[in-house]
């Protein structure tokens, strides 16, 4: 069965340096893998996604996201955090599973952005 | 531009009354999906289209209904049997059930007084 872990509920950083959002997976099968932003009273919007290409994946906003099958891992990156980043972030896996085509979102983590 | 157009933005209902959630996209996408999101728990899948005239449940479907008769269209029913109403709802879309970009309204925020 598939399952998604986002290992922290709420990160806080400050401006101007690295922003770490973790990302855990479980699948049977090869799993595509995303990253959602959502800010408050919106939807969400689509950061990035890996369905099975390079395995590091460049996505908007300066944030990319690194697929490790070994470590079941697919964690969210950032050099730099900005103000405007805070919000939170969505891990989602897609794929076929034994009970058919399943996608499966994590808890969520909430990004703090301190000045 | 194409999108998601979800309405009301907030919505309040009283106990024992239906509401209904309204879901237009533009995209020309095929299928169509209702999400619940409760804090801390992500987002819970209500229903799902992948064609019109056609819906499957997904995990937390008692308590709702939907209908899917044009491709634009799929509007959600929050009924009375729903006994935890309160939340935040969002529609989404893609091309085809298992094309992985999934395109979000902008939601609504039910609540029961």
């Known amino acids: 069965a598939q399952s998604v872990t986002q290992l922290d509920s709420h990160v806080s950083v400050s401006e101007g340096t690295p922003v770490l959002l973790r990302c855990n997976y479980s699948s049977s099968y090869s799993p595509s893998l995303f990253w959602y932003v959502q800010h408050p009273n919106k939807g969400l919007q689509l950061l990035l996604k890996?369905?099975?290409?390079?395995?590091l994946v460049k996505g908007i906003n300066g944030f990319e996201a690194e697929f490790k099958k070994s470590e079941t891992s697919f964690h969210l990156t950032k050099p730099s955090a900005h103000m405007s980043d805070a919000a939170e972030y969505f891990c989602v896996v897609s794929g076929s599973d034994t009970g058919g085509f399943k996608t499966i979102f994590g808890a969520g983590t909430r990004l703090f952005v301190k000045a | 531009d194409g999108g998601i157009t979800q309405s009301p933005k907030y919505l309040f209902r009283k106990e024992g009354q239906n509401v209904t959630l309204s879901c237009e996209q533009n995209l020309n996408h095929d299928a169509m999906y209702w999400y619940r999101q409760d804090p801390g728990q992500g987002l819970r899948l209500i229903y799902y289209?992948?064609?019109?005239?056609?819906?499957q449940k997904g995990d937390i479907a008692e308590g709702y209904s939907v209908s899917r008769e044009k491709k634009e269209s799929f509007p959600l029913t929050v009924t009375s049997a729903q006994k935890n109403p309160t939340a935040f709802y969002l529609c989404a879309s893609t091309r085809g059930l298992g094309d992985y970009g999934y395109t979000f309204g902008s939601g609504t925020r039910l609540t029961v007084v």
């Open positions: 890996y369905t099975s290409a390079a395995t």
């Open positions: 289209s992948q064609i019109v005239n056609d819906f």
